[in-house]
C-alpha cells in the first residue's frame, strides 16, 4: 500500500519560513517526479512546485518563485518544500504528491498519490 506521509505545516507570522516534509512508503520512489500542491477554502487544488525524479528539474508557480524551495532525498524516499517570506496568501492545505512517471507535471490529474495534506497559515 502506498502512503505519502506529510509533515511540518502550522502556523506563522507573515514574513516567516515552514518547511514542509513527505515521506513516501510502498512505492519506488527515485523513479517518479514529485509535486506539492495547495488548496485554499473555496479553491481548487493548484500546483505549487514539481521536482523531477533525479532532482535536478524544477518547477514553481508564479507566485512562489524566489520564495519556495522543493528538493527531494531519493536516499530517504522523502521530498521537501521549503518555504520562506511567507504571505497570508499563502494560507492553504498543502499536499505533496507522486505521478506515474519521471518528469514534472502541472496538473493535478496526472498525480496518482497523494498525501493527506497538511494545514499550512500565515497570519498578517
Known amino acids: 500500500q502506498v502512503q505519502l506521509v506529510e509533515s511540518g505545516g502550522g502556523l506563522v507570522q507573515a514574513g516567516g519560513s515552514l518547511r514542509l516534509s513527505c515521506e513516501v512508503l510502498?512505492?519506488?520512489?527515485?523513479?517518479?517526479?514529485m509535486g506539492w500542491f495547495r488548496q485554499a477554502p473555496g479553491q481548487g487544488r493548484a500546483i505549487v512546485a514539481a521536482?523531477?525524479?533525479?532532482?535536478?528539474?524544477?518547477y514553481y508557480t508564479d507566485p512562489v518563485e524566489g520564495r519556495f524551495t522543493i528538493s527531494r532525498d531519493n536516499a530517504k524516499n522523502t521530498v521537501a518544500l521549503e518555504m520562506n517570506s511567507l504571505e497570508p496568501e499563502d494560507t492553504a492545505v498543502y499536499y505533496c504528491?507522486?505521478?506515474?512517471?519521471?518528469?514534472?507535471?502541472?496538473?493535478?490529474?496526472?498525480?496518482?498519490?497523494w498525501g493527506q495534506g497538511t494545514q499550512v497559515t500565515v497570519s498578517s
Open positions: 504528491a507522486s505521478t506515474q512517471g519521471g518528469t514534472i507535471k502541472t496538473r493535478a490529474r496526472d498525480y496518482v498519490y
Open positions: 510502498g512505492r519506488t520512489f527515485n523513479i517518479y517526479a
Open positions: 521536482i523531477n525524479y533525479g532532482g535536478d528539474s524544477t
